[in-house]
């Protein structure tokens, strides 16, 4: 015992390199196993396809018969319709492969084209629109399925829903790109 004692450092500055050491190699070690994971997880455009990594969803046999469809399966029509457009690299450029994050910006992208999208506060069962002020407190969560305000905890709107005769008027221009509008034009 006593020559371990004997083998430690004496003084804080040296515990303090041995402890930047071991941070410093457990960091090395935890990129290294990201980088094997982004590479396995990236390899192959099948991956990278959000048709392809999204698991397919159950259809809510209510949902079916009302005037409402969920606003993540309009989503990721719009997405399989939309995918080799400069959209839906856009939407893949920040959602680092997460399929949740690109249908979350196709839901901002769609409030900003002005489809109205309704949710329920809970404890409410009733769907209510979703008004304006809300899209700058708060964000999607869970691939588009609820509204959180920025400093809550809880979600403010859940069972996010669009109408379908309202998708179907407006399907068109949400997969159209204005260039005088959406994206700065190069001069």
């Known amino acids: 015992m006593s020559a371990i004692a004997g083998s430690l450092p004496d ?10 050491a071991l941070v410093a190699a457990l960091g090395f070690v935890g990129w290294v196993i990201n980088f094997f994971n982004e590479r396995r997880s990236s390899s192959g455009n099948r991956a990278r396809d959000l048709r392809w990594a999204l698991q397919e969803e159950k259809p809510d046999a209510e949902l079916e ?19 080799d457009s400069a959209m839906a690299a856009f939407a893949r450029s920040g959602a680092h492969g997460n399929p949740d994050e690109i249908l979350q910006w196709y839901g901002w992208w769609c409030h900003e084209k002005k489809l109205p999208i309704y949710g329920k506060r809970p404890p409410s069962q009733q769907y209510e629109i979703l008004p304006d002020k809300e899209f700058g407190r708060g964000f999607f969560i869970k691939g588009a399925r609820e509204f959180r305000r920025t400093a809550a905890r809880i979600s403010s709107y859940t069972e996010l829903v669009v109408k379908k005769e309202e998708l179907k008027a407006m399907w068109d221009a949400l997969k159209k790109l204005d260039d005088d509008h959406d994206f700065p034009k190069a001069t």
């Open 11 to 20: 003084t804080w500055q040296d515990w303090a390199l041995i402890v930047a």
């Open 65 to 83: 018969q009302s005037e409402y469809m969920p606003l993540r399966d309009a989503l990721r029509r719009l997405y399989a319709e939309t995918s």
